[in-house]
Every structure is written in C-alpha cells, then in structure tokens.
C-alpha cells in the first residue's frame, strides 16, 4: 500500500493537473551564519507547493517588511534574500531572521537564522616586557588574541620562519607558547604571536617577545633537572564538556627536565583507537565523532627519569537534539487517521513544541481532529479543512531541531494517467508488462 502511494506521488510531480500541496521548505541557509561586510549577505528560502507558496520574513520576531528597504531584494519566485550592503552600517542587518513560505493550504517556517557580521578587531597596543630566564625553567609566552568572529587561527613566528614546535615546546589550543625547558637557543628577540582571521583574510601579530637567558648561566650545563609538573591544565584534575557528535581534544602541557614525555590512558575503560589519534607529541588525545560511550576519566602522565605526574580530565558528554524519526509528510483521505511523530533524543532530554502553520499549537484555530500526545500528533477523522503544515521543535540548552511536515487531506477523483492507446511490442513466451498508473485520493482501485 505504501509502495502504491510513492508511485502515486511521483506522478503527481509529472502530472501538470493542479492537487494542491502545502508548502515545503526546500533550502534555507544555515541556523548560523557568518557574513563578510564587502560581500553581499543572501539568506536563503525556498519552498515549493501548490500553489506556488508565497514568502515573507520576520527579523527579530517581527515583520520583516523587505519591499521598504532599498538595499534588500527577494528573488523571484522564491524567498532569497540578497541584501546589498556596500557602503552600509552592515551590523544593522546582524539579527535573527526567520522564512515563511505560505499558500492557501498552509504555511511552513524556516529555522531561526542567526546573521552576524565577521569581525577581525585589531590587537590592543602593547608593550612587552623583555623576559629574562635561567636555563632549564619552564617558560610560557601569551598570545591572548583579540576576540574574532569566527575565531582566529593561531601561530608562532620568529623572523618570518614558522618556529619548529616538538616535545619540549609547544602551542597550546588557546594560542599560549609553552616550554618545559628553555635551551640556549631559545634566545630571540622576536617571538611573534600571528592571528589569521578566516573570513575577512587578514593577518594581526601581536608586538614581538623577546627572550634571553640569564648571561650568567649561559655556558652553563643546564641544572635543576626535576620531576615533571603540568603546566596545561593546572592542579590534579580537570573537567571538559563535549557534544556527541563532535571532536574531542585533550591536551596535557607538562615541564620538567628532561623533557617529559606524555602517554595517556582512561581510566577503568579503552581509548576508542579507530576514532582517536595523538597530536603534538602526543600532548594532544583527538577522539572524533565523540558518543555517550566516551564519557569517563582520562589520565596523562608525564614521564622523564626523575619520575611520573599525573593528571585527570573528566570528560562529560552532552548531546544537542538529534533524530530518531523526524516527522513525515501526510496524506489523507477525508474520514482517514494520520499520526505525525517527533522523535529526538539529546542530553539533557529535548523539550518538544508543535506548531501548526507556524503558530503554536495551543494557540492555533481548533480542529477537532487532532489529539497532541508529547511527541506525537493524533489526527482522526480529518476532513478537507484539516490541511496544514506542523512543525515541530525540540530543543535543550545546547540546540534545537526543528521540522515542517504537511498534512494534506485530499478527496480527489480517480484517474488514469497511463494514456490509452498505448502499443506494446511484446515478445511471444516471455511476460508482458501492461501498465496502467493512477491517481485518486482514497486511492483507487484498479480493474482490467
Ligand atoms: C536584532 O537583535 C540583535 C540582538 O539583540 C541586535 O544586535 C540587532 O541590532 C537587532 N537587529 C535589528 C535589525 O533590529
Ligand atoms: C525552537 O525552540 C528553541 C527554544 O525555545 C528556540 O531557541 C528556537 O529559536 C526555536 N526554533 C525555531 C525555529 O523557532
Ligand atoms: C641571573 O642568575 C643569577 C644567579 O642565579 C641571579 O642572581 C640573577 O638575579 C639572575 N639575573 C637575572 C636578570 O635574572
Ligand atoms: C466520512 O464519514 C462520514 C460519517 O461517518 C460519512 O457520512 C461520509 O460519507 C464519509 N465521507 C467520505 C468521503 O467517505
């Protein structure tokens, strides 16, 4: 019977004959999106329907009227909107925007597009201090970068070479240059913290860091060799929340002299080894596509002849919404029953919210029909009038998942789409197809 109406809904889309449809949202950009100010901004929302659904915007919740701003034009025939922002205050077209596509059986909405402008702020003048060592301490440069949209990426220069990173010096995931030891030749006069900014291409550098080692002491064999300590992260343990779905990164920083060496463990379980991978001297443990399962407590150890540090990082694993089943498009024969189902899961446990033709369910005009059950919509019974798109929206502090789905309630009469008259060249002693497509709603039964 499914398999009937998949066919039946594929030659809908070659049949020209009017069946109403609501609205379905076919693209929108994404719920975060990132603008360059010499670029143009294009908020995409297409839908498709029957009719052809029309489209409007809110921007911060209310009406966004697009026909009164010069700078804003919706492409036609579809919700795009392009916002030409040459020679603008771009920020003033930082919000949250929200598509909705709208015709005589309903209307569907599109997720909360949050636009902001890139920004790439200039580092605060500074002066650094010329820093001055003994040999063998541990030492730690700041970068401390301005706040970027996107973030910036970050790397060490001196005197336009890429400063060579290995086991005794390393750049930390906040940018910071740590060294478990300093070397004679870690003298310069110019350490350069460097930031390239994503969008907008541009490269700042923070004022150059001199570093010297304490003359006194410079043809010195290096003393003070010591048990290794953690410079990154602090203390005994420490804690890191991460996202299923996502990349963890561990890192573990130690000093000490020698150099200590860093290996690592979890602690009453396996590391994952098809998805993990070590970085930076093993000073960084990489977990992708982090699960529940990866929860639990991973400890560093540090190693150099004079003895073992430890560290704990406990790991906690939070989920934003995700789908079991998303809710599915309906369609109905006056008299029948349809359920839309919303099924997600996340950590904390999603909140479910419906929505029909964008205005909550609670507050949208009655139908009698329709029983709403936590993350299920009963309809029972429906008549034609029971036409419109829900949506449903789960979310939890890390997220939301929203989705339309169309219930479409037809009373069409039935009809042969295969044209009569057709010839079949058929081939004696083998099976002969003859084909005879339909369409109807209920749908039809077919006789020879
Ligand atoms: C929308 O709200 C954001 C955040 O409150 C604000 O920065 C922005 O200026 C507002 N946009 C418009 C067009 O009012
Ligand atoms: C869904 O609900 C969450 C939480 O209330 C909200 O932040 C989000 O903007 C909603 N999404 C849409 C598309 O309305
Ligand atoms: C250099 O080392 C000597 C001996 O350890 C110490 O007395 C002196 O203060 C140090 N000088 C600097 C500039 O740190
Ligand atoms: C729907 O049910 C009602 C009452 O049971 C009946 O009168 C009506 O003919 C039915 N309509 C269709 C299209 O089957």
């Known amino acids: 019977m499914f398999t009937l109406w998949c066919l039946c809904l594929s030659c809908v889309s070659i049949h020209p004959s009017a069946v109403p449809q609501p609205p ?9 999106y990132i603008f360059d100010p010499r670029e143009n901004i294009v908020i995409h929302c297409e839908a498709k329907g029957k009719p052809n659904p029309s489209f409007s915007w809110t921007r911060n919740g209310t009406h966004f009227d697009v026909e009164k701003d010069s700078k804003v034009l919706m492409r036609p025939g579809s919700g795009t909107l392009v916002i030409d922002i040459s020679g603008e205050r771009a920020d003033a077209y930082e919000g949250t925007y929200q598509c909705t596509a709208h015709n005589d059986h309903g209307t569907a909405v599109s997720n909360n597009i949050i ?59 906040n940018g910071d240059l740590y060294f478990s030891n300093v070397l004679p030749e870690d003298t310069r006069s110019d350490y350069i913290c460097y930031a390239r900014f994503p969008h907008t291409q541009t490269i700042q550098q923070k004022q150059p860091i001199s570093v010297t080692l304490n003359a006194s002491q410079r043809n010195h064999k290096p003393e003070g060799e010591r048990r290794p300590g953690f410079m990154m992260p602090l203390g005994a343990t420490s804690s890191k929340m991460v996202l299923r779905g996502e990349t963890l990164e561990l890192e573990c920083i130690a000093e000490g002299l020698p150099t200590p060496a860093i290996s690592w463990k979890k602690d009453g379980g396996e590391l994952p080894n098809s998805r993990m991978s070590l970085r930076d001297f093993k000073k960084m443990l990489k977990i992708s596509d982090v699960n529940e399962a990866d929860a639990g407590d991973y400890r560093c150890t540090a190693t150099n002849n004079l003895g073992t540090a430890h560290h704990i990082i406990k790991v906690v694993v939070k989920a934003a919404p995700f789908w079991v089943s998303a809710p599915r ?19 904390p446990k999603p909140k479910i919210s419906w929505f029909v033709n964008g205005i909550p369910i609670e507050n949208a005009p009655e139908d009698h029909s329709r029983k709403v059950e936590g993350d299920t919509v009963i309809l029972s019974n429906v008549q034609t009038g029971s036409s419109a798109v829900y949506q449903c929206n789960a979310s939890n502090e890390f997220g939301y998942l929203m989705a339309n789905a169309f219930v ?19 081939i004696t002693n083998n099976p002969a197809l003859l084909h005879c497509a339909s369409f109807g709603s209920p749908i039809p039964t077919i006789t020879w």
């Open 24 to 32: 379905t949202i076919t693209l929108q950009s994404p719920k975060d």
């Open 115 to 173: 636009i902001r402008q890139s920004r790439s702020p200039l580092w605060s003048k500074e002066r650094n201090e010329a820093i001055t060592v003994q040999m063998g301490v541990s030492l730690v440069l700041q970068c401390r970068p301005p706040a970027g949209l996107p973030p910036p990426v970050i790397f060490w220069m001196d005197n336009s070479k890429m400063l060579p990173l290995d086991q005794r010096v390393s750049q930390a995931l």
């Open 329 to 347: 498009n309906l369609i109905l024969a006056p008299n029948e029953t349809g359920i839309l189902t919303c099924r997600v899961n996340g950590e």
């Open 408 to 426: 479409n309630v037809l009373a069409e009469e039935p009809r042969v789409l295969t044209p009569s008259n057709q010839v079949y060249q058929v």
